[in-house]
């Protein structure tokens, strides 16, 4: 039996949730189709500046993620060569003022229940199986269930909130990003209960970098404990798999700063290191006739800016306000999906660039060292912004000011006058890009910025299964339309 649905999604988390709940809210039929059970965890970090907050409360969820008495962080310390800030998060428009970084399985967890609680049904242990195709055009998809019974939903529209090895991404045609950027930098991360929990330390998240690493401590939910991170070089994360321990002791000799906010620590309570090294940033064609693409499925950025989980409640939302208006015309969801990727484009390139500057592992360049010295100095929280999303890198530093922290830098003479003239016009060079692009506002553009983005990523091959059931669907009649032509204008 075919069930009728208004969107089928694909994935139960953020990004799937976040569409659901305000198309349920409007008396749409959405159903969400998920193949773990939750709570369920995810390879993740999990800060929040105030502008993720503030996702979690136009979801529904924030009244069950305070019930988990997680720390509220109203503040930023952030160092880099001896320059430092500390800044006051600027409050997200609707007034949040802090930010929340609560483990991956309660998160997600209240996510889901708020979801439900506003009508969108989503279904655990239901594993996406493949889409159906009417005239070029998606019409539903199969699933089967924790018995293994299968189903099949038909739906004006099917989204895949699926993740970064989106299924649904790979049926489309669109499984390889069309801009690819290759990650610098891996994570190692693990818990421990926090020597200075309930001072303004633990209201506090600290981005600490010491010559080329980074080194993160963020207080998290129940407050009282610290999740501590580190960012070297992405290598770094088999290193931690083989020896955790030696690992541990060699990163917080290379970080001082953190291993005086550590200090007092109890060993005993520390959690087992957690490591990946695979996180290239990518765009991948997110719309098209019947589907969409929301989240990691669609768009992924380097996460040593923490910008993914905010990013994904963000397209969740704002694709479904694009499409409210149209759900009942086929015709006019599958503008409003198009409308709604470039929108999310202009909306996440400077972050992309912003995370892809920062997950080169080379020491800070003198310029930025004096955007930071600056920063502490002026009452506007300028680092807080740029990881806050209240402004871009570009309205924080625009050219004069960058040209001017290069002035301060020669003066000072911390590094050689040809080093820093050097990065300063790399810089440069990389923000006159930026704007370039940003200026000619192209749909789905594949020119890198150089500086930004990184060539060497490789992207492995579709899942078997998907290839052949894309195989046999391309000799049937109803084959769904090659994948997206990636360099096409949007039309006016
Ligand atoms: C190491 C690491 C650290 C990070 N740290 C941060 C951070 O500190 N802050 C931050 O904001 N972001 C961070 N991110 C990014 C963040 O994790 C993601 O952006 C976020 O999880 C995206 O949410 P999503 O809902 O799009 O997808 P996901 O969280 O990936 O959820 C996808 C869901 O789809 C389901 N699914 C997949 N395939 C199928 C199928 N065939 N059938 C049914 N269900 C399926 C999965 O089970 C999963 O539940 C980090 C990412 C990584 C990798």
Excluded at 98 to 113: H, I, K, N, S, Y
Excluded at 207 to 219: I, N, Q, T, V
Excluded at 232 to 258: F, I, M, N, S, V
């Amino acid at each position: 039996m075919v069930e009728q649905v208004d969107v089928a999604v694909v994935g139960g988390r953020l990004a799937a949730c976040a569409l659901a709940a305000p198309l349920a809210r409007a008396g749409h039929r959405v159903v969400a189709i998920d193949r773990m059970s939750f709570p369920s965890d995810q390879l993740s970090t999990h800060l929040l500046m105030p502008a993720g907050t503030s996702e979690l409360a136009k979801l529904g969820a924030l009244p069950r993620i305070m019930a988990l008495n997680p720390s509220q962080v109203r503040w930023l310390f952030a160092t880099a060569e001896g320059s430092e800030c500390r800044e006051r998060l600027r409050p997200a428009n609707d007034g949040i003022d802090f930010g929340v970084c609560v483990p991956r399985t309660q998160q997600d967890l209240c996510v889901v229940e708020a979801a439900r609680d506003q009508g969108a049904e989503i279904r655990e242990r239901c594993t996406f199986t493949e889409l159906t195709w009417r005239a070029g055009r998606v019409s539903g998809l199969r699933y089967t269930d924790a018995e293994g019974e299968e189903h099949e939903l038909a739906a004006k529209l099917v989204v895949g909130a699926d993740g970064r090895r989106s299924n649904v991404a790979a049926q489309v045609g669109a499984w390889t990003p069309y801009r690819l950027s290759q990650n610098g930098r891996g994570l190692v991360f693990r818990y421990v209960d926090d020597p200075r929990a309930g001072t303004r330390d633990a209201e506090t998240y600290y981005a600490l970098r010491e010559g080329e690493s980074f080194g993160f401590a963020f207080p998290t939910a129940p407050a009282g404990k610290l999740l501590i991170l580190f960012m070297g070089h992405r290598d770094e994360a088999t290193e931690a798999r083989k020896d955790p321990e030696g690992y541990w002791t060699r990163k917080l000799a290379e970080h001082p700063r953190l291993r005086e906010r550590l200090a007092g620590a109890d060993p005993s309570t520390y959690t087992k290191l957690r490591s990946t090294g695979e996180t290239p940033a990518f765009f991948r064609a997110s719309s098209g006739p019947g589907w969409a693409l929301a989240g990691d499925a669609s768009h992924f950025k380097d996460p040593v800016t923490g910008q993914g989980m905010r990013d994904a409640m963000w397209m969740g939302r704002t694709l479904a306000e694009h499409l409210l208006p149209v759900v009942g015309d086929t015709t006019a969801i599958d503008i409003a999906t198009r409308e709604w990727e470039a929108h999310r484009d202009r909306h996440c390139l400077p972050a992309y660039h912003f995370a892809n500057m920062d997950t080169r592992v080379e020491v800070q360049s003198p310029t930025v060292c004096e955007l930071i010295r600056d920063a502490g100095r002026s009452t506007e929280p300028d680092i807080g912004d740029l990881f806050g999303r209240a402004r871009t890198l570009q309205e924080i530093a625009p050219l004069p000011r960058l040209a001017r922290h290069a002035v301060t830098a020669l003066v000072r003479g911390e590094r050689s006058r040809r080093e820093t003239v050097l990065t300063a016009a790399e810089e440069i060079r990389t923000q006159l890009e930026i704007r370039r692009e940003r200026h000619a506002d192209r749909f789905r553009a594949t020119r890198p910025v150089t500086g930004s983005d990184h060539p060497g990523a490789s992207w492995p091959a579709p899942p078997v299964a998907i290839r052949a059931r894309r195989a046999a669907a391309a000799s049937a009649a109803s084959a769904p339309p090659a994948a997206a032509d990636v360099r096409q204008e949007i039309p006016a």
